[in-house]
């Protein structure tokens, strides 16, 4: 068992993290890989719903998924349930894989160990410009709406205009999201 | 037969696309797709190989493909047959699917028709935003390479930053390729 049977490569792997308090906290996490081959990584997790239920014991369950909407949701709010299609172990609709790991905290790093994975599905899927600025943007909104500030506002905006040019469907109802949230039209 | 079922969906789908001169030549185009349940599709041409080609009538294959270094590559220059696993079709080590297109030029554009294609392999990867930023970067580096401006050298920096703290191995060899090429280091 490896972390590249799974999707997760050299590099920092955007994928969202579920772990349960009083119900399901879903969030966008970085896992850092350092080789692919191995099961141990690591990740950033700050003060958060998903770091307060890993402190009182819940499991850490990594979905690997490529919906722009999915990703634009789970940024802002936690996914309901409808938005699943197993809740144990706890699968989002068409997701790639998942991967559970056993974490350890250490200051504002966590160390994950993979325990047990499974891919779900694979697929075939060309790049997709509006796709990665669907990301992009997230990361600069996510900070936007705690901190609003023109040189985040600009690279929203950036994002945004590479959206309406290259993204599909998805892309498009993931930018609505974007707009609603960050108050950026 | 659809576009989608070889990974080519709705918005404008990132490929690398081969004709055929005196060689293979190989070039990153943007499959232009409003309807992912169908066969046609356009993509800008503007003078270049790809279109001297198709001019003179070579075949219009699409490589999906998801390889940074790939993508690095034939943004500069054309793949050699080493990068190939088969040349009949001609499919990039690595591609994940092909598609031929008929094609007929328009102007600037070129309206596709999707004549046949398949699947090589599928996958599962979870998302890089190093991965992101070489794509960006190309996007930008390879009409900073004909027009330098302060404004794509800056852009090209930034996404310089995102590779080296999120890429895995091959976005940082990609990243290697964009600084040769540009001059940017």
Chains 1, 2 share one sequence.
Do not use: W
């Not at 692919?36 to 690591?42: D, G, H, L, P, V």
């Amino acid at each position: 068992m490896r972390l590249k049977d799974f999707g997760l490569q050299s590099g920092i792997n955007e994928v969202i993290v579920i772990t349960k308090g009083e119900k399901l906290n879903t969030a966008p996490i970085g896992i850092i890989v350092e080789d692919e081959n191995r099961i141990e990584a690591k990740a950033r997790l700050y003060p958060s719903h998903t770091r307060e239920n890993v402190e009182k014991g819940s499991f850490f369950i990594a979905n690997i998924v490529r919906d722009p909407l999915i990703f634009a949701m789970s940024a802002f709010e936690d996914l309901g349930e409808e938005f699943f299609e197993s809740l144990n172990p706890p699968i989002i609709k068409d997701a790639l894989a998942f991967c559970e790991f056993e974490v350890r905290l250490k200051g504002l790093f966590a160390d994950l160990r993979l325990l047990r994975g499974d891919i779900i599905r694979k697929e075939v899927r060309a790049i997709n410009r509006g796709f990665n600025a669907v990301i992009e943007a997230l990361v600069h909104a996510t900070r936007f709406v705690k901190n609003q500030s023109p040189e985040l506002e600009q690279k929203i905006r950036e994002c945004y205009a590479i959206i309406e040019k290259c993204g599909g469907k998805r892309e498009k109802q993931a930018l609505e999201i974007i707009k609603e949230k960050t108050g950026i039209l």
